[in-house]
């Protein structure tokens, strides 16, 4: 018989039985007593166990309730936050650190690094940043102001504000690749500096920064961006990519509003040296490795009738380790000049052929597929 099956009526004859049951100290030496004993103990736990009602099981895909800990204000913050929202406000107090701000029923915190560059006069004559008065800029108490909420720690009851950051999203929407932007130096990190802009075109512009990477400050190796920026320093820059979404941003460059050294190379330091040209086979131990499988590659291609070296010329300093290949902008008879580009050296090469320009641009995108 399976001892789960106990009905209400069974565990009432159990309970009836163990009340007649003889006391156990004048039984405690009878050892079939003491099983017995044991067995109406064992049935007695089981019928407890089928009488008890079942948990109700939780619905699918519906969890228990949990109190929320948050209170509808800060709710509403981390809310505004994740929908990404502007918000109009003013300041009603200021400190050494930043100022105070309403953001809905709660205060928030923006710090004078956060604020728009345009309402302090933080800078010295030599550009670096003054610090605050003791009692903080007072003059701002009462200015209006649009924020963006940019962290939210609810335990910690901290809310801190951003006016830079709208002033990005207004940048990142305002400029295209290829604006020149007037500006100066903010911050200056280890992987290059932060530009505060001012104008473009000569109108003004959001005053929010622009990342300039180090690999964009110039042609030259640079190690340290503090190398060649200081805070404060008037640079132009052109801007070479923005993001809208789904976090702003805008990058620049400093390098490129300069002639590129191997332009520069091309058009005034090669020597023309007519008879310096050879074929294929002869290449000199000068050229620096890996142009061979260019020439190699361009020889391959359909069209290509003959392909000879020209001119070479080593640079002063050492642009990119990368190998390079270009087409020149100069004009010669039934084919095309290029230039392979490789550390310091800089190899002029002659394409025979009767391909047209686009061609030709087709064929070197191959040659370079094929290396990589």
């Known amino acids: 018989m399976s001892q789960l099956a106990c009905t209400p009526a069974r565990a009432a004859a159990c309970q009836r039985l163990t009340a007649a049951a003889v006391p156990r100290q004048a039984l405690a030496a009878v050892p079939a007593v003491r099983q017995q004993q044991a067995a109406a103990h064992k049935r007695r736990q089981l019928c407890r166990a089928a009488a008890e009602p079942d948990a109700a099981p939780a619905?699918?895909?519906?969890?228990?309730?949990?109190?929320s800990l948050m209170s509808?204000?800060?709710?509403q913050v981390v809310d505004w936050k994740k929908d990404n929202i502007t918000l109009e406000t003013s300041i009603k107090a200021v400190n050494k650190s930043g100022v105070q701000v309403q953001v809905g029923k709660l205060t928030g915190f923006l710090p004078y690094k956060l604020l728009d560059p345009s309402r302090l006069n933080q800078r010295r004559a030599d550009g670096s940043l003054a610090p605050p008065p003791a009692r903080g800029y007072q003059e701002l108490l009462g200015q209006t102001l649009r924020v963006k909420i940019t962290q939210v720690i609810v335990p910690e009851k901290r809310l801190i504000v951003s006016e830079k950051a709208v002033l990005l999203e207004e940048l990142a929407s305002f400029v295209e690749p290829g604006d020149v932007?007037?500006?100066?130096?903010?911050?200056?990190?280890?992987w290059g500096a932060f530009v505060e802009c001012h104008t473009m075109r000569g109108q003004p512009c959001p005053r929010a920064e622009a990342v300039l990477p180090l690999r964009e400050i110039s042609y030259a190796w640079v190690a340290n961006a503090s190398e060649v920026l200081t805070p404060g320093q008037p640079v132009r820059v052109v801007v070479t990519w923005r993001q809208t979404d789904p976090s702003p941003k805008v990058v620049v460059s400093l390098k490129r509003l300069e002639d590129d050294p191997l332009q520069e190379t091309l058009d005034k330091v090669l020597p023309l040296n007519e008879d310096a040209d050879m074929l294929l086979d002869a290449v000199p131990a000068s050229?620096?490795?890996?142009?061979?499988?260019?020439l190699e590659a361009l020889s391959g291609q359909p069209g290509v009738e003959s392909v000879t070296l020209g001119r070479t010329v080593e640079e002063k300093r050492t642009v990119s380790q990368d190998l390079e290949l270009w087409i020149t902008k100069e004009e010669v008879d039934h084919g095309f000049n290029l230039a392979v580009r490789a550390g310091r050296v800089v190899q002029e090469v002659k394409v025979a052929t009767g391909m047209s320009a686009d061609e030709m641009r087709a064929a070197v995108q191959r040659v370079l597929r094929s290396i990589n």
Do not use: C, L, T
Not at 181 to 190: A, F, N
Not at 287 to 294: K, L
């Open 59 to 67: 619905a699918k895909g519906v969890s228990a309730f949990k109190p």
């Open 181 to 190: 932007i007037d500006g100066v130096v903010g911050g200056v990190m280890d």
């Open 72 to 75: 509808p204000a800060w709710q």
């Open 287 to 294: 050229v620096p490795a890996g142009i061979e499988e260019i």
